[in-house]
């Protein structure tokens, strides 16, 4: 599976930005997908995941109420729609898939095989 990740950019603080993610090369709807990101000296952390039917979406406690994760199983393409953004906001956001035989969410890292390259996010004060 290849993901193709776009939509960031730079953006002022309590603006919006809509992060797409396409996928090729495997049969979308069977893929838990996630969103991740990583701020310059820290380490990579979930945002949030979605199973494969959509019913299932945990999120961070860091963009709970904020930011929305969705996915067209038709366009092979998960979204996060980030609201209310913040400086802390600021690092480059990765989407990973995982394969799932059932309708489950992982948040762990790990656990994901595929990654796109990443789009940088960044917000300014």
């Known amino acids: 599976v290849q993901l193709q990740a776009s939509g960031g950019g730079l953006v002022q603080a309590g603006g919006s930005l809509r992060l797409s993610c396409e996928a090729s090369?495997?049969?979308?709807?069977?893929?838990?997908m996630g969103w991740y990101r990583q701020a310059p000296g820290k380490q990579r952390e979930l945002v949030a995941a979605?199973?494969?039917?959509?019913?299932?979406?945990p999120y961070a406690s860091s963009v709970k109420g904020r930011f929305i994760i969705s996915r067209d199983n038709a366009k092979n393409t998960v979204y996060l729609q980030m609201n209310s953004l913040k400086p802390e906001d600021t690092a480059a956001y990765y989407c990973?898939?995982?394969?799932?035989?059932?309708?489950?969410?992982?948040?762990?890292?790990?656990?994901?095989?595929?990654w796109g390259q990443g789009t940088q996010v960044t917000v300014s004060s």
């Open positions: 090369g495997g049969i979308f709807r069977n893929y838990v």
């Open positions: 979605i199973s494969r039917s959509g019913r299932r979406i």
């Open positions: 990973a898939a995982v394969y799932a035989r059932w309708d489950v969410v992982t948040m762990v890292e790990n656990e994901y095989d595929f």
